[in-house]
């Protein structure tokens, strides 16, 4: 589960949104941001690649929040 933060910072990261935000958007937005290579769509998103993005999404959303505290 995503927070709104989480969200904000994928959303920002993302060169295209979809009308709708699924589960399967985040899985895959995560994954870019661990390497997955999207022209290569018929593998697999694997373990590794997701542990790498869900790294980087932390320390984007720390990132974030540090610059929007007032």
Do not use: C, F
């Amino acid at each position: 589960m995503l927070n709104s933060v989480q969200i904000q910072v994928l959303k920002a990261k993302s060169s295209r949104l979809p009308k709708t935000l699924t589960i399967g958007w985040a899985v895959e937005s995560i994954a870019r941001l661990g390497g997955y290579l999207e022209h290569r769509r018929k593998t697999p998103v694997g373990i590794q690649v997701l542990w790498r993005g869900w790294a980087k999404l932390q320390d984007l959303v720390e990132g974030w929040q540090l610059a929007n505290q007032t």
